[in-house]
């Protein structure tokens, strides 16, 4: 079993800056990719940014600039720096993990969620 925690998040007034963490644990050999959604009330989730074990990162057009993904591998946990906050930044963000357990399966791991609102 694996587990995908998210922390971080709160309400910044717009132009601000929000640091997001999610870290797995439990049965993991490996994580190949971890990424943050977001879905805002009313709307589809979508991708943020994502990176990979090897550091390749992609991010949606929105957010170039302004957000950065990092990870440390040795934690399995990823980061999502946010600064530039603009109140179309709100929404629930989730966190994804992809890869495989100490027992050869594939997993795919989602987070409860946590909540950023920008307020203007």
């Known amino acids: 079993q694996v587990q995908v925690v998210e922390s971080g998040g709160g309400l910044v007034q717009a132009g601000g800056s929000l640091r997001l963490s999610c870290a797995a644990s439990g049965s993991i050999f490996v994580i190949n990719a971890m990424g943050w959604y977001r879905q805002a009330p009313g709307k589809q989730r979508e991708l943020v940014a994502a990176?990979?074990?090897?550091?390749?990162?992609n991010y949606v057009d929105s957010v170039k600039g302004r957000f950065t993904i990092s990870r440390d591998n040795a934690k399995n946990t990823v980061y999502l720096q946010m600064t530039s906050l603009k109140p179309e930044d709100t929404a629930v963000y989730y966190c994804?993990?992809?890869?495989?357990?100490?027992?050869?399966?594939?997993?795919?791991?989602w987070g409860q969620g946590t909540q950023v609102t920008v307020s203007s």
């Open positions: 990176i990979t074990s090897g550091g390749s990162t």
């Open positions: 994804n993990a992809q890869g495989r357990t100490s027992f050869g399966y594939k997993f795919d791991y």
